[in-house]
């Protein structure tokens, strides 16, 4: 099967634009996971989606983050204006319906803002 | 709250011999504990997981982990480590009822020298 897709792999961009991450989970996947790897620190939960319903979104540092699963498909991540802190690597994972599952991860976004 | 500790920030080990990356874990309730992988540029790999039952988990390229619910420890080892298990290991656990995060460790980087 095919496992989780991220795009880009690496982004580069200015403080104040915008970046729009994406992630295609497993297919058949109803859970889906935003991760982020701040400077080498510890990788820390954003969000949680379950089909297209935010079932957990106390990691999202701010409002200048959001996140959006419509169809209950691929989910995309909008950092809007993006600031220097942000930098870090972005990860999406998807795992099927039970807490005993493992999840699966994306190879992740790297994203630097200068 | 829960949380994840792994002491060590690098691990160095001879081929050939065996390896043991630490991690000791908070949780209130049963934990559910996973090891991650990561080799350059590449994303998380899944290792293995405890969930229940026999406190030795074997998992993915000939790694296993023991879970001690009295150290509140799930340490990685391998009896004979190779050079290509350098990479950087991360420890994570889920608890609490209901919850799908997973609350990482901040990684130990292991170093095989030939």
């Known amino acids: 099967e095919a496992g989780v897709t991220q795009f880009p792999s690496h982004s580069v961009i200015e403080k104040g634009q915008t970046v729009t991450l994406r992630c295609d989970p497993i297919s058949g996947h109803d859970n889906l996971y935003w991760y982020r790897r701040v400077m080498g620190k510890e990788i820390k939960f954003l969000l949680h989606?379950?089909?297209?319903?935010?079932?957990?979104e106390s990691g999202m540092p701010n409002n200048r983050f959001l996140a959006e699963r419509t169809g209950g498909t691929y989910s995309t991540l909008k950092v809007q204006p993006a600031e220097l802190e942000d930098s870090g690597v972005y990860f999406c994972?998807?795992?099927?319906?039970?807490?005993?599952?493992?999840?699966?991860f994306g190879s992740g976004t790297r994203l630097t803002v200068v | 709250a829960q949380s994840v500790a792994q002491p060590e920030d690098q691990v160095n080990v001879a081929e050939g011999n065996p390896l043991t990356v630490k991690c000791t874990y908070s949780v209130s309730g049963n934990p559910y504990l996973f090891w991650y992988v990561q080799y350059p540029n590449r994303g998380l790999q899944f290792l293995l997981k405890?969930?229940?039952?026999?406190?030795l988990v074997k998992g993915s390229y000939g790694f296993e982990a023991e879970f001690n619910k009295s150290q509140t420890s799930f340490h990685l080892k391998k009896p004979s480590a190779l050079v290509s298990d350098s990479a950087l290991y991360f420890c994570a656990v889920r608890g609490g009822a209901g919850s799908y995060q997973l609350t990482f460790g901040k990684g130990t980087k292991l170093s095989v020298i030939p």
């Open positions: 994972a998807s795992s099927q319906a039970q807490l005993r599952d493992g999840y699966t």
């Open positions: 989606f379950v089909k297209e319903s935010k079932q957990d």
């Open positions: 405890y969930i229940t039952g026999d406190n």
